[in-house]
T-cell receptor, first 113, second 114 residues
Framework: GAVVSQHPSWVICKSGTSVKIECRSLDFQATTMFWYRQFPKQSLMLMATSNEGSKATYEQGVEKDKFLINHASLTLSTLTVTSAHPEDSSFYIC?????????FGSGTRLTVV | QQQVKQSPQSLIVQKGGISIINCAYENTAFDYFPWYQQFPGKGPALLIAIRPDVSEKKEGRFTISFNKSAKQFSLHIMDSQPGDSATYFCAASRKSQAGTALIFGKGTTLSVSS
C-alpha cells in the first residue's frame, strides 16, 4: 500500500535555529501533501497544503514565513520551521491523498529549547 | 467554527464491551468519512472509512454507522480489548475534489480495562 516516510521522528533544537522535516512518498507520486500540527492531547490541525511545483497554501493564522514548505518533486515535500521558538514545539505530521484514502507519515516530535 | 464534532472526549470500557464514538458534521459536501487510531508518539492510522451512499460498513470488530439525513456517523468497536486503548479521531473531507484535506474531530481517548 501507499507509504509516506517522515524524517526525523524526533528533533531537539535550540531557540532561534531552523529545522527541516522531510516527507517522502515511497511507492506513489504525491502531487499534494498536507501538513498538520498536533499539540499534546489535541487534534490534528491543518497548517498548509503543498502542491508539487507551486506555492503552498497556508491556513488562516499560520505564518508562512516561519513554516516554509517546499514540494519540489512528486515524491518529496519538506517543512522548515525557521527561527524556532519554544512555542513551536509540537508534533508535525504530513499526509498525502491517494486512491484508497489519505496516507500519513509517522510524525516528527519537535522540541525547541 | 468546528466542522466535525466528536464525542465523548474520553471513554472507559471493560474488556469485551462495545465502545461507541460519535461524530457530527456540518458540511453536506463532505463525501468521505474515515476513522483513525493514534497511539502516543505515532501518526494516525486508518481504521475504517465510509462514503455517504452506504449506511453501514463493517471490518472485523470495527463498524461505521452513517446517517446522512442527521449528518452523523459513529464508530463501534465490538469485543473491545486492552490493545484498543488509544485515541480515536473521526474525520471528513470532500475527497472527490482534488487537493482537499481531512478535517478532524477533537478525538476520543479510549481506555479498555482488563
Amino acid at each position: 500500500g501507499a507509504v509516506v516516510s517522515q524524517h526525523p521522528s524526533w528533533v531537539i533544537c535550540k531557540s532561534g535555529t531552523s529545522v527541516k522535516i522531510e516527507c517522502r512518498s515511497l511507492d506513489f507520486q504525491a502531487t499534494t501533501m498536507f501538513w498538520y500540527r498536533q499539540f499534546p492531547k489535541q487534534s490534528l490541525m491543518l497548517m498548509a497544503t503543498s502542491n508539487e511545483g507551486s506555492k503552498a497554501t497556508y491556513e488562516q493564522g499560520v505564518e508562512k514565513d516561519k513554516f516554509l514548505i517546499n514540494h519540489a518533486s512528486l515524491t518529496l515535500s519538506t517543512l522548515t520551521v525557521t527561527s524556532a521558538h519554544p512555542e513551536d514545539s509540537s508534533f508535525y505530521i504530513c499526509s498525502a491523498p491517494g486512491y484508497y484514502g489519505y496516507t500519513f507519515g509517522s510524525g516528527t516530535r519537535l522540541t525547541v529549547v | 467554527q468546528q466542522q466535525v464534532k466528536q464525542s465523548p472526549q474520553s471513554l472507559i470500557v471493560q474488556k469485551g464491551g462495545i465502545s461507541i464514538i460519535n461524530c457530527a458534521y456540518e458540511n453536506t459536501a463532505f463525501d468521505y468519512f474515515p476513522w483513525y487510531q493514534q497511539f502516543p508518539g505515532k501518526g494516525p492510522a486508518l481504521l475504517i472509512a465510509i462514503r455517504p451512499d452506504v449506511s453501514e460498513k463493517k471490518e472485523g470488530r470495527f463498524t461505521i454507522s452513517f446517517n446522512k439525513s442527521a449528518k452523523q456517523f459513529s464508530l463501534h468497536i465490538m469485543d473491545s480489548q486492552p490493545g484498543d486503548s488509544a485515541t480515536y479521531f473521526c474525520a471528513a473531507s470532500r475527497k472527490s475534489q482534488a487537493g482537499t484535506a481531512l478535517i478532524f474531530g477533537k478525538g476520543t481517548t479510549l481506555s479498555v480495562s482488563s
